[in-house]
C-alpha cells in the first residue's frame, strides 16, 4: 500500500510510511498554513504542541469549560473536540490573532482595565467568545453577552468583572466605532 492515497474531499490520507496522516490548508491568525497531521490529531494539540499557541488552553479536554476555544469561521469551537483533519479550508482565530503585548485588542485592554483577569486561564476563551459575539453583534445587551459566556467557564472571577469588561467595549464602541 506504499505510496496509495486517496482524496476524501480536499484532504488525502496516505498509507505506507506516511500512515494515517492528513494534508490540511487553512487561515491561521491571517497566515495561510499547509500542515500534514495524524488523522486523530485533535485541532487543540496542532495549535498547542505543533504551532506553539499555548494561549489555547486545555482545561477539561471534554467540551466543558471553553479553555481551548478557537474561533473557525466565525463561530466559536472547542478545539479538543475538533479533528485538525476537520478544518481543511477553513480561518482560524485563536488569542494570539487578536493583539500582542504591545498593541492589545479593545477586549484585552478592557480585561485588565475591569480587573477580569485573575489566573488568567479562562480569559482566551473568554475573550474568544466575547470577539465572536461583537463581531455579529456590535451592540449586545447583557443577558447577550451573558449567553455568549455561557460556554466558558471561569474558577476565579465570578463572571461579574468579565461581562463588565466587554460592556466596556460595546460603549467604546458605540462611542468610537474604529475601537470595535
Ligand atoms: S479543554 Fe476544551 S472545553 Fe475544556
Ligand atoms: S481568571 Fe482564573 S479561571 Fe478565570
Not at 3 to 16: D, N, P, Q, S, V
Not at 78 to 100: H, M, P, Y
Not at 142 to 157: D, M, P, Q
Request: net charge negative; glycine share 10%; proline share 3%.
Amino acid at each position: 500500500m506504499n505510496g496509495l492515497f486517496r482524496k476524501l474531499g480536499t484532504k488525502h490520507l496516505f498509507w505506507g510510511e506516511h500512515m494515517n496522516k492528513v494534508a490540511i490548508n487553512f487561515v491561521l491568525n491571517g497566515q495561510e498554513k499547509t500542515v500534514q497531521v495524524d488523522s486523530n490529531t485533535r485541532l487543540v494539540d496542532l495549535l498547542r504542541d505543533d504551532l506553539g499557541l499555548t494561549g489555547v488552553k486545555i482545561g477539561c479536554g471534554e467540551g466543558e469549560c471553553g479553555a481551548c476555544t478557537v474561533i473557525i469561521n466565525g463561530e466559536t469551537a472547542n478545539s479538543c473536540l475538533v479533528l485538525a483533519a476537520q478544518v481543511d479550508g477553513t480561518e482560524i482565530t485563536t488569542i494570539e490573532g487578536l493583539g500582542d503585548y504591545n498593541h492589545l485588542h479593545p477586549l484585552q485592554e478592557s480585561f485588565i482595565e475591569e480587573g477580569a483577569v485573575q489566573c488568567g486561564f479562562c480569559t482566551p476563551g473568554m475573550i474568544l467568545s466575547a470577539k465572536a459575539l461583537l463581531d455579529r453583534n456590535p451592540n449586545p445587551d447583557k443577558t447577550e453577552i451573558v449567553n455568549s459566556l455561557a460556554g466558558n467557564l471561569c474558577r476565579c472571577t465570578g463572571y461579574t468583572k468579565i461581562v463588565k469588561a466587554i460592556e466596556r467595549v460595546v460603549k467604546q464602541s458605540t462611542v468610537n466605532p474604529e475601537r470595535s
